[in-house]
């Protein structure tokens, strides 16, 4: 969608004791893929989720050529 954005939590796992199944399992995997994904603009905020365990913002670059103020 443009202009979306999808919010993924857990994405910042604080130690090797939160990869599991019952924790944050292996979704900072995903977030390590968008991050070196030139498609996406994100951004991950390591602590202020319920657990410090990580939330990371994702949205589709915007097309076409954006004015200097907006890049």
């Known amino acids: 969608m443009d202009n979306g954005y999808i919010i993924l939590h857990d994405t910042y796992p ?6 599991n199944e019952n924790r944050c399992g292996t979704v900072y995997r995903l977030r390590q893929e968008i991050e ?8 991950t905020l390591p ?25």
């Open 36 to 43: 070196s994904d030139p498609r996406f603009d994100s951004i």
């Open 14 to 19: 604080p130690s090797e004791e939160y990869i």
């Open 47 to 71: 602590q202020g989720c319920a657990i410090n365990v990580g939330l990371t913002i994702v949205r589709v670059k915007p097309r076409g050529v954006l004015p200097e103020y907006q890049q």
